[in-house]
């Protein structure tokens, strides 16, 4: 392992992508720490200090891709999550709208051009979000309603309009910055820059997560929570790479005096095909009741709306059953939902057709397609029960031991981290196996 390690470091072309990434993403957290313009730098961190164990705000999700940048008020307050969202849009309008799925089967020329899309919803929700965050921060709200620091509703420190467009435009350049290094890591570094800058953010709030359990709950639970959270993580990789392989045969044929075809391949079938995905729907469809509760609180003297404190006594923690099961429902739906969108087997079975290939004892066209719905539909139901009882994992540790939401082995953060690992991994022994026909793996 040592010396595959080394390896890396005596390769002069590897050794400066991954310098090179080292440095992007140094830059991408030292900007995470820079206050935006007028914003009260010691009352943020003194809000900061009060909240640290408390849970179920409705920006964790955020806050988790940000880093903890968003809850700072800092240049990269919205980190990732604007490009995610408009990453998922413009995948979700290739069904609905016609010449985006067009734009798509053109191969690369189409593609380049739903990348400038998604570019330019990025910083159109960058604005949108910018603007909410800061007539959040505003109004005092952005730490939970039940805060009563005097500190925590006083962020700003000017609220002229010049003042709030000068935080909107810098928070929505931080965006356009976020995005630009992602695809410079992409182009320049190794792995794919985007799911890197993720990682980071949420390998960043580790240390606090740990350090905070440490100090709440002793240094027992600590070691407790690091082995519950290595199984979790064996867990998770062994069904990341679990697929069911559908053997293809290729009839031969000839084009001019060459044979093509005559090999068998297969179609892997993943059991996890959707990601983190589902998880991300599931958690922003949840965040908004809770959102509509909060700008519908009474004033001063007044009760709340009945469905007010429904809301605010069933949707708003992850610790309630309702909760849960909510949640978890959920995700099992957009776990079917995304899959259905993402992996068409009728245009599976059409492009096997077209080039000679069939599944044995399954006849090619239709048949085939409904084959593979089949396999999909069964081998979808183990990956969306995973990813729901994945997903539940803090919130049954708030339920249990009073954890933080935020708890560091389980959810989004160990999907996303264990993904982005495992194919960053994968790139770099390729690399190596390039050009010492001996990769990092064994």
Not at 146 to 158: F, G, H, K, P
Not at 235 to 258: D, H, L, N, T
Not at 259 to 277: D, F
Not at 341 to 349: K, L, M, R
Request: proline letters at 4%; aromatic letters at 10%; hydrophobic letters at 50%.
């Amino acid at each position: 392992m040592f010396s595959a390690v080394a390896r890396i470091f005596r390769t002069p072309d590897l050794r400066k992508k991954i310098g090179f990434t080292l440095a992007i993403i140094a830059i991408f957290r030292l900007g995470s720490f820079i206050p935006a313009p007028f914003v009260k730098f010691d009352n943020v961190q003194s809000c900061l200090a009060a909240n640290s164990g408390s849970a179920g705000s409705l920006y964790d999700l955020v806050n988790l891709f940000s880093g903890g940048a968003l809850l700072k008020l800092s240049i990269f307050a919205l980190g990732i999550m604007p490009y995610i969202t408009a990453s998922i849009i413009v995948q979700l309008l290739r069904v609905v709208i016609p010449h985006f799925d067009n734009l798509y089967k053109e191969g690369q020329s189409g593609q380049a051009r739903l990348t400038q899309y998604t570019r330019y919803l990025t910083i159109a929700l960058g604005v949108l979000q910018s603007t909410t965050l800061i007539t959040v921060a505003r109004s005092g709200a952005l730490f939970g309603s039940s805060n009563s620091a005097a500190s925590c509703s006083d962020l700003i420190s000017n609220d002229a309009w010049y003042a709030i467009l000068l935080m909107v435009i810098t928070m929505t350049a931080g965006t356009g910055v976020i995005m630009w290094m992602g695809e410079l890591i992409t182009e320049r570094g190794i792995g794919n820059g985007m799911s890197l800058l993720i990682f980071t953010s949420i390998a960043a709030r580790f240390p606090n997560s740990l350090g905070s359990i440490a100090t709440q709950k002793g240094w027992e639970i600590l070691v407790g929570v690091i082995a519950i959270g290595v199984l979790i993580m064996v867990a998770v990789i062994f069904v990341e790479q679990s697929q069911r392989r559908i053997p293809v045969q290729y009839a031969k044929r000839m084009v001019g005096r060459r044979t093509y075809g005559g090999n068998n391949t297969y179609i892997p079938i993943k059991v996890n095909m959707a990601g983190v995905v589902p998880v991300i729907f599931a958690s922003s469809l949840l965040y908004l009741p809770a959102l509509v509760a909060q700008f519908n609180q009474p004033g001063a003297g007044k009760v709340a709306a009945p469905w007010v404190s429904w809301i605010q006594s069933y949707l708003t923690r992850g610790d309630n059953p309702l909760y849960m099961a909510l949640y978890f429902l959920l995700i099992v739906g957009f776990t079917y939902f995304y899959v259905a969108i993402t992996f068409n087997p009728d245009e599976v079975a059409d492009n096997m057709k077209k080039y000679g290939g069939f599944i044995p004892g399954i006849r090619a066209g239709r048949p085939t397609a409904e084959y593979l719905d089949y396999v999909l539909t069964r081998v979808t139901l183990p990956g969306s029960i995973y990813l729901g009882l994945i997903a539940l994992v803090p919130l049954i540790a708030l339920a249990l031991v009073n954890a933080d939401q935020n708890f560091p082995f389980g959810g989004t953060s160990i999907l996303i981290m264990v993904g982005v690992g495992l194919e960053t991994v994968k790139q770099i022994d390729s690399q190596l196996q390039q050009r010492h026909y001996e990769g990092l793996l064994r």
